[in-house]
């Protein structure tokens, strides 16, 4: 299987069309075996965003410099697996546990005792872990179109929503996926991207493309669904937790891929909701309604009293 050690990733050159050139940090933290690499910008409160599947850093590049130029330290990695991160080898090193492990070790490596932590998509499932297993490093926790794990539980049996989650399935193949993804310059991937709007420029697409082409990066990114579809379902319902941190939930009315169902979670695990903001968006939420999206964010940012 394609991986690749923390050692064996290198140092990204700057691009002309990544946001806020000048402004833009990159760098890495190695976390045990684990090298994150991530982009930073601005100072204060420490905010990381995560990002979801097929993405990586660069799908919060609408996001990075406003939450900065609002006066936060704008964190934004690659997640195990993705882009410029380390590929480990093995289905059994995905699981949300251990990328949650992942980012708790970057806030740390940070500096920060605490962070807000915002996640779409799978970076949203591992913000829901991360508020579960390590409450006392978030803050704040904001999740854009991600459901709460015992919302996807429920939800996923439901005849519509198979069908709208039939990729789940077609992941847990071993090796079939990896041929089919690569085809035609990552075709496969690409069509996830295409119901954004705006659509996403041919500029951003390639972005895209050269991140998947990292050696390990298909397997790596697969891998998320592998673990998931594997896991005993029994035993992942048991850890669930009740989430303390005040909770914002951002979702898309024409979300092609998670039903509106799914977006507001029980009372029981997430008893300190502030909201569900439903936007005119697709699953690529933050993408359609950059703007509002930003503005939500900063304004439920601004009464945390920040991260230490």
């Known amino acids: 299987m394609e991986h690749a050690t923390k050692d064996a ?6 691009r002309p069309q990544e946001p806020g050139q000048r402004g833009l940090i990159h760098g890495y933290a190695d976390i045990g075996e684990i090298r994150l690499h991530y982009v930073e910008a601005g100072t204060g409160p420490l905010v990381v965003l995560l990002h979801g599947f097929p ?22 990695p690659d ?23 992942d980012i708790r070790g970057l806030i740390r490596e940070l ?3 605490s962070a807000i932590v915002v996640g779409h998509d799978w970076g949203g499932t591992v913000a829901w872990t991360m508020a579960m297993n390590h409450p006392e490093v978030v803050d704040r926790l904001a999740i854009l179109d991600a459901a709460h794990p015992r ?54 697409i390639a972005r895209y493309v050269e ?37 914002l939930v951002i979702w898309g009315l024409q ?11 029980h009372s029981k695990d997430v008893p300190n909701l502030v909201g569900v903001e439903r936007l005119p968006a697709s699953h690529w939420v933050h993408h359609d309604q950059a703007e509002q999206v930003n503005q939500l964010l900063v304004g439920f940012f601004g009464s945390s009293g920040g991260a230490k």
């Not at 990075?64 to 130029?69: S, Y």
């Not at 997640?79 to 492990?101: E, H, I, K, Q, T």
């Not at 979300?255 to 979670?265: M, N, T, V």
């Open 9 to 14: 990733v290198e140092e990204p050159q700057p």
């Open 55 to 76: 993405e990586f850093w660069y799908g919060w590049r609408n996001q990075i410099e406003p939450l900065a130029a609002a006066g936060f330290r704008v964190v934004a």
């Open 79 to 101: 997640m195990r697996g993705y882009n410029l991160s380390s590929r480990p080898a093995g289905v059994a090193a995905y699981g949300a546990d251990a990328v949650a492990d």
């Open 111 to 113: 500096g920060a005792e």
């Open 151 to 204: 919302k996807l539980q429920e939800g996923l049996p439901h005849p519509r929503q198979l069908r709208r989650s039939w990729y789940f399935f077609f992941f847990a193949a071993p090796g079939l996926p990896e041929r089919v993804v690569r085809a035609d310059h990552y075709r496969f991937f690409r069509r996830f991207l295409r119901d954004a709007r705006p659509e996403y420029t041919p500029d951003e």
């Open 211 to 247: 991140a998947w082409s990292q050696p390990g990066a298909t397997t790596g990114m697969i891998n998320y669904y592998r673990f998931s579809v594997r896991q005993s379902q029994k035993k992942a319902k048991a850890a669930l937790k009740p989430i303390a941190a005040p909770t």
């Open 255 to 265: 979300d092609r891929y998670l039903g509106q169902s799914l977006a507001e979670p």
